[in-house]
């Protein structure tokens, strides 16, 4: 589970590079720079998508460490072995992940080229 919520962000990174440099791409082919940061749509979507699954991952991690917990500490019941659910409050993950850098780092930087481009290449 965990290594999946992994890959799905990293996916996002590609799919949001993907996204963003096709409408770049289309926008300057149009020549209208106006329309430059329809670029920052999916950039805004992937970032929270991002942060998403790296909460579900955390959460995930937290179901884990207190799986393992119980069973050093001998207190692991039947139901326990069968729990696969998220443990943690998802909202709170969730902003706590946008404040990553894996987070913000990348779709910040990504930003920034969006409006580096607009401004120098395309308009």
């Known amino acids: 589970m965990i290594q999946r919520m992994a890959v799905n962000s ?6 949001c590079v993907t996204l963003v440099a096709a ?4 926008v ?4 209208k720079p106006e329309y430059a940061y329809i670029a920052m ?7 929270a998508l991002d942060a998403y699954y790296l909460a579900l991952e955390k959460a995930f991690r937290n179901s884990y460490n207190d799986f393992i917990a119980k069973l050093h500490s001998k207190v692991l019941t039947e139901t326990d072995l069968y729990s696969v659910a998220p443990k943690g409050n998802l909202s709170y ?3 706590e992940s946008l404040k990553s850098f894996s987070v913000w780092g990348f779709y910040l930087s990504l ?3 969006i409006f580096v ?3 120098v290449a395309i308009g």
């Open 111 to 113: 930003a920034v080229l």
């Open 117 to 119: 481009t607009k401004t």
């Open 28 to 31: 300057a082919d149009k020549g």
């Open 10 to 15: 990293s996916s996002s990174k590609a799919w």
């Open 93 to 95: 993950l969730q902003w």
């Open 41 to 47: 749509l999916p950039t805004v979507v992937f970032a």
């Open 23 to 26: 409408v770049l791409v289309i």
